[in-house]
């Protein structure tokens, strides 16, 4: 059993071994001679994920290091079943404990020990999204290396988390959300997405919306000292783009699309824009679904068209007369909504003077990034490009 030596490994000399039998990762078709006993042994998972997650747990001041994920084998994974929500769930979590045979009970026999440490994995790395608008121009330069680094015209960077869970966003009311599992598609939600990318609005035709999703830090990059070509996310990766020493980021999703793509959509109202976009219209603003590379993974955006907000709001300006000490919650919300405001004013004055005759400031607020687990764990494990710096 691992780690019952002298000596346990370490994370990176554990996660060397998950390289050398992880060859079914994201393989439809598997030939025998490639893959080996290790990997389809059940008990090298176990004790992998044991001393992974278990007993060599690091705290990262998240709560989500003390959740651990649990698979349940694909015969004990029921589907369209309109039991308990919970029975149906193809994993469960348990509260994390010292030792793995108390925490998972009785319930060993029924977990799949190799997607479950691909989960927590996942689940327990940190990641951060990475939404701009740039120039077609300037993507195309960057496409073909020419001029550099690509430069935004402005970004917003959040962090994000890794979920094997969807939230399901009511448009028309944002308070009301509904939670579904998203498994084997792991998801990464932004919650605040209206206020997060308020002054995210897409003001020129030659405008794109570009998303990317980046691993950075997390169970997926090991704080030992790195063995060359083995750890995923290690220092052997350089970032030549930049012209700089090693790099500890990967990207797991880049995509971008036009200001007029999008506002086909938009103006469309119907499902079944292509195979990139698809929008369903929602009230004032509309959803739209974007394909991301080669069919690869989904983002699902909240689009609306911004309107004239040159003329004040004289609400803004009101006295909460009720407080008699510092600001009252009703004046820190106005303010904050003032502010809000003030960037979809700049927002729709900088497409007033720049735009054509017809064109539509469109604002896009980010709700969530969706990929299929194996693209991420493999993308974890093996992918060796530079990442996308924005």
């Known amino acids: 059993m691992l780690g019952d030596g002298l000596q346990t490994p370490t994370r990176s000399e554990l996660l060397c071994m998950v ?3 992880s060859k079914m990762l994201g393989k439809t078709i598997v030939e025998d001679e490639e893959t080996s006993d290790v990997e389809t042994d059940p008990r ?9 997650f278990i007993r060599g747990r690091e705290s990262r001041g998240r709560q989500e290091d003390d959740l651990v994920f649990f698979v349940k084998k694909l015969h004990l994974q029921k589907h369209g079943s309109n039991e308990d929500e919970s029975a149906n769930s193809p994993y469960f979590v348990r509260r994390w ?3 793995l045979d108390d925490l998972i009970g009785t ?3 029924d977990v799949d020990w190799r997607r479950s440490f691909y989960l927590n994995l996942i689940a327990q790395t940190s990641f951060s999204v990475t939404v701009a608008i740039c120039s077609q121009q300037v993507l195309k330069n960057y496409q073909t290396g020419k001029d550099g680094p690509l430069s935004p015209i402005y970004k917003v960077v959040k962090t994000v988390y890794a979920s094997p869970s969807r939230i399901n966003f009511h448009l028309d009311s944002r308070k009301e959300v509904e939670t579904s599992s998203a498994y084997p598609e792991i998801c990464f939600a932004v919650d605040d997405y209206d206020s997060t990318f308020d002054a995210v609005v897409l003001t020129d035709v030659d405008h794109c919306y570009c998303v990317l999703l980046n691993a950075h830090d997390g169970a997926a990059f090991p704080r030992e000292r790195i063995q060359q070509g083995c750890s995923p996310g290690d220092t052997s990766r350089s970032d030549t783009s930049s012209g700089k020493g090693p790099t500890s980021k990967i990207t797991l999703f880049s995509g971008f699309v036009s200001y007029q793509m999008v506002r086909d959509a938009y103006d469309a109202g119907r499902s079944g824009f292509g195979s990139l976009l ?3 219209s929602a009230g004032k603003t509309d959803r739209i679904y974007m394909k991301g590379p080669g069919g690869r993974g989904e983002v699902e955006v909240a689009v609306s068209g911004v309107v004239d907000q040159s003329k ?5 300006n009101s006295v909460d007369h009720n407080s008699k000490k510092g600001l009252s919650f009703g004046a820190v919300v106005r303010r904050a909504a003032s502010v809000a405001s003030e960037a979809a004013k700049h927002a729709y004055a900088a497409a007033s003077a720049t735009r054509d005759e017809g064109m539509i400031p469109l604002k896009c607020c980010l709700m969530s990034i969706s990929l299929p687990w194996e693209y991420i764990a493999h993308d974890l494990l093996f992918k060796g490009s530079p990442p996308v710096n924005l």
């Open 107 to 109: 319930s060993a026999s």
């Open 312 to 316: 004040p709001d004289l609400s803004q």
């Open 278 to 280: 698809s929008l369903h």
């Open 97 to 99: 404990a010292p030792k």
């Open 44 to 52: 090298f998972w176990h004790d992998v994920m044991d001393v992974y």
């Open 19 to 21: 390289k050398k039998n």
